[in-house]
């Protein structure tokens, strides 16, 4: 994978040793806000802030069984996230493959199936 790549890049490993790449990845954060008022009063005084929840997924030419076996047991991956396709900046943390499918399955398009998967992440970090 070449480091002048645009777009969202991932690499995963496993244990300390790196399995793969993954392209064509989403990353989304969301914070469970809520705005606050007090009685008697139409506007709001205060937001209350809740859980910061990180998912994401990925799309990519199928290749052997690793996700799929990697979704099956619910291992937990590191992964790292390069929203420029270098190594800066990134965003790590450990995440756990959510969902899982391939598409495109057709005799006539036999060499382009599809993987996709989904993740939760948690323990983020970024630079």
Not at 106 to 118: C, D, F, I, K
């Amino acid at each position: 994978m070449s480091s002048a790549s645009e777009g969202l890049n991932a690499s995963i490993s496993l244990g300390g040793t790196a399995i793969g790449w993954l392209a064509g990845v989403s990353f989304t954060a969301r914070r469970a806000v809520e705005s606050w008022t007090s009685m008697g009063s139409t506007v709001p005084d205060d937001v209350l802030k809740g859980v910061v929840e990180y998912t994401g997924g990925f799309s990519r030419a199928y290749i052997d069984n690793t996700y799929f076996d990697i979704f099956v047991s619910g291992t937990a991956l590191q992964g790292t996230i390069f929203p420029r396709g270098g190594s800066t900046p990134y965003i790590a943390g450990t995440l756990v493959i959510s969902d899982y499918t391939l598409s495109n399955m057709e005799r006539s398009s036999a060499t382009a199936v599809v993987e996709e998967g989904s993740f939760t992440m948690y323990g983020i970090t970024s630079s």
